[in-house]
Structure formats: C-alpha cells, structure tokens
C-alpha cells in the first residue's frame, strides 16, 4: 500500500497521463493582411505607374508629404484657414454662391506618377472618365509665376460637383492645389484662385 506522503505524487502523474491522452492538435487558417490604402492624393510608385493604365495607381495609395523646403502664398482674404493635418500642407474654407468649397494644399516626393496620372485621379474623383495621353495638352492651362510652373485643370461634373487644380513641381516634389466643392462655388471662386496661383512663390 503506497504511503500517504506518496499519494499527492500519483494523483498528479495519473492527471497528466489522461490529458496527454486527450489532448488534441487545433489548427486555425488566418487571412493575410492586406496592405493599407491611403487616400493621395496619390500613388505613387512610379514602377508601378508604368505599369498600370493612366491613373489607377493613383487611386488607391498614397506616398508621404514631401519635407524640405516648402512654398509660400498669400490667400485672399474671404478665405477661412482650416486647421492643418498629416497629409495638407495648407487648407482653407472657400465661401461663395451660398455655399462652401474645401481648398487643399498637399506636396509629395518625385513626380507622383505623372501629370496624366493625377488629372485622371482628379477626373475620377468627380465621375469623369480617364484621359487619354494625347488628350492631356488640351484639357490642361499652362502659366509660369515667380519661377514655377503651373498646370491647372478645370472639372465639372454632371453630378454638380467641380474641381480646380494646378501641378506644380517644386524641388524635388509635386505641389498640388485642389479646389473642390460645388459646380457653382468652384466657379465663383475661379478668380480669386487664380490671382492666388500667382502668389504662390519659393521662400
């Protein structure tokens, strides 16, 4: 008859022996992450650009905000400034016809895929369809101010909603300034962000 002091000890071999006997192997499938999408303003791989019809890189990732130098501007006055954030070098509030346009300013390294590339990320955000390359040079304006060179763009919709934009590269990067709001602000708006194109500047 085992002793008392040796009755603990062969209770507990006697309890890992049955789990050992039941244990069972669990095996469970887990999904792989998909990568992220970032809104960019941009895509931004220009591998990837080349690779990929006019655009739609663009659409789904972003690259980060350039650092460096930044550009300088004088806003007109009616402008409201918003608070900034992580992707927006500048932001405003662009009051007129009765309602409200959001003014971006965003910058990003290199060329960011390309002029056609982000007319045609413009052009999708309002429903319209892609440009084709030879389709480019008329639907753009070109102007130089202060030592820089403006592409700007004009988009309405049938949806009412209109964007004004201009490409400006910049040391290195891509500026972007984005008009975007109702078809009937944007255009009430068109000359003061016109006169305000030209005094963007280098510092």
């Given amino acids: 008859m085992p002793s008392r002091a040796s ?19 669990s095996v469970y499938s887990v999904p792989k992450e998909k990568d992220p999408e970032l809104p960019m303003a941009a895509s931004a791989d220009a591998g990837a650009a080349a690779s990929a019809p ?9 690259v980060p905000t350039a650092t460096g130098s930044d550009l300088a501007w004088q806003a007109p006055a009616s402008w409201a400034p918003k608070a900034a954030s992580a992707m927006r070098k500048g932001s405003f509030a662009v009051t007129a016809a009765g309602a409200e346009a959001d003014l971006s300013i965003t910058a990003f390294p290199g060329d960011v895929g390309g002029e056609l590339a982000n007319v045609n990320r413009w052009r999708g955000q309002v429903g319209m369809p892609n440009l084709a390359p030879a389709d480019l040079e008329a639907s753009v304006t070109r102007f130089s101010s202060n030592g ?44 003061d962000f016109t006169a305000f194109l030209h005094t963007v500047r280098a510092p």
């Fill in 54 to 62: 006019a655009g739609a890189s663009m659409a789904n990732t972003s």
């Fill in 7 to 25: 009755l603990p000890g062969l209770l507990l071999a006697t309890l890992l022996l049955a789990a050992c006997g039941e244990e069972k192997v």
């Fill in 148 to 191: 820089l060179a403006f592409t700007v763009v004009q988009l309405d919709a049938a949806g009412g909603k209109s964007i004004l934009g201009a490409i400006v590269p910049y040391a290195g990067s891509t500026w972007f300034f984005k008009l975007s709001g109702p078809a009937a602000t944007v255009k009430a708006a068109e000359a």
